[in-house]
């Protein structure tokens, strides 16, 4: 299906949203998401201000195609929190049939009655926070969680019959191709339909930033990934994301797809009718602004050929890529043959040119960022 057409993405005029979750159990040393410890108060305070937004935002929304509940770590809600949310969103949204609905969950916090209340609503995916089953990695990035706790996890979602994601990293200080196969290969034992692999970066403002590690390089980790988890039948659909055909995460090509979608929570981003719309990120701020009105802290239009450079970057991103006849359709032919042209500079090892559409090679996506670089600039 290389370059041969959009995405598998069908939502039609259904709903896709995400609800951020702002609470984790503790702050990994490389993370810059919003996401703080809960204290006392603070899942009520949260619940109370997302029924605010939700209502709010909800009116005449079409019915949800796809729900991604992120964070953070949703899993750190209590599962009487659970059944308030799962409550709130049942009484703002309806769901088209076969809606996709995803949740993200932490190995230290997912207990058995998430599972089941998740099983017995409307959940059909999990994605699960691993990143590695060696507890000194674990322990040097700073998570929650040891690596007994992470196969119990997945055993937990397994057992429930979910979808499920695992994510991955690679990446660390002195870490050899070795560490980084073992890992993999603990983490395909597992036969979970879809798993996603992210190279670990120095983010502005983490723990980790301060200490400034010397990073290896990660092409070869990420090449591996790329041969070692198409021989398991999980064929790479996005540049960090490997699926079984029909596992892909349709919420997220939607978004790859520069399709619209709407953001609630605290730091959640929205994107509808071309403007891309952020909220409060801190608790207080967005619980404070859900009692005057929306919780919205920026806006931005993206129009013009400064909106369809950005949407050819996010399509690169897959498989997929871009089909020329649909983006000159919507985003104009000038800017379409500019672009298209852009791509002509790079060899056909990096990306392949063809009549109805462009994309990058499994090499292409290891040198994504030099593709990006080419069409933003
Ligand atoms: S669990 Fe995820 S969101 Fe929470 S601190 Fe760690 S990386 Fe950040």
Not at 169 to 193: H, N, Q, V
Not at 312 to 332: D, E, H, P
Request: charged share 20%.
């Amino acid at each position: 299906m290389r370059g041969t057409g959009r995405s598998p993405v069908v939502l039609g005029q259904g709903l896709s949203l995400y609800i951020h979750v702002p609470f984790c159990d503790a702050k990994c040393t490389y993370c810059a998401f919003a996401s703080a410890p809960v204290r006392p108060g603070d899942e009520k305070l949260y619940l109370e201000s997302l029924k605010r937004e939700i209502t709010a935002r909800a009116e005449n929304s079409p019915a949800i195609a796809t729900l991604y509940i992120g964070g953070g770590t949703p899993s750190v809600l209590s599962p009487v929190s659970w059944d308030a949310l799962i409550g709130i969103v049942e009484r703002g949204f309806s769901f088209s049939g076969g809606a996709e609905v995803t949740v993200e969950a932490n190995p230290g916090s997912l207990t058995r009655e998430h599972v089941e209340l998740w099983r017995g609503w409307r959940v059909t995916r999990v994605s699960v926070g691993v990143q590695s089953f060696d507890d000194r990695r674990l322990k040097f990035l700073g998570r929650a969680h040891d690596a007994a706790q992470a196969r119990a996890a997945l055993a937990l979602c397994m057992d429930a019959e979910f979808s499920v994601s695992l994510d991955m990293m690679f990446g660390l200080p002195e870490e050899t191709l070795r560490d980084w196969m073992t890992d993999l290969k603990t983490a395909l034992s597992f036969g979970t339909g879809h798993i996603s692999v992210y190279q670990l970066t120095i983010e502005e403002g983490t723990p980790f930033a301060r200490q400034n590690p010397a990073l290896p390089e990660g092409y070869a980790q990420y090449r591996y990934a790329q041969w070692r988890l198409a021989r398991a039948g999980l064929e790479q659909y996005e540049v960090a994301s490997f699926a079984r055909h029909g596992q892909e995460c349709r919420h997220n090509l939607n978004y790859w797809d520069d399709g619209e979608y709407i953001g609630l929570g605290p730091s959640a981003c929205g994107y509808v009718n071309g403007v891309r719309r952020t909220n409060a990120p801190r608790l207080g701020d967005y619980a404070a602004m859900t009692l005057r009105g929306l919780p919205i802290i920026s806006e931005e239009r993206l129009e013009g050929e400064r909106a369809a450079r950005q949407a050819a970057v996010l399509a690169l991103r897959t498989k997929y890529g871009i089909t020329w006849k649909n983006f000159a359709k919507r985003y104009g032919a000038p800017v379409a043959s500019a672009i298209r042209r852009d791509l002509e500079r790079f060899p056909a090892d990096i990306v392949t040119n063809g009549a109805e559409a462009s994309s990058l090679t499994p090499k292409g996506f290891r040198l994504g960022n030099a593709v990006w670089a080419e069409i933003i600039s």
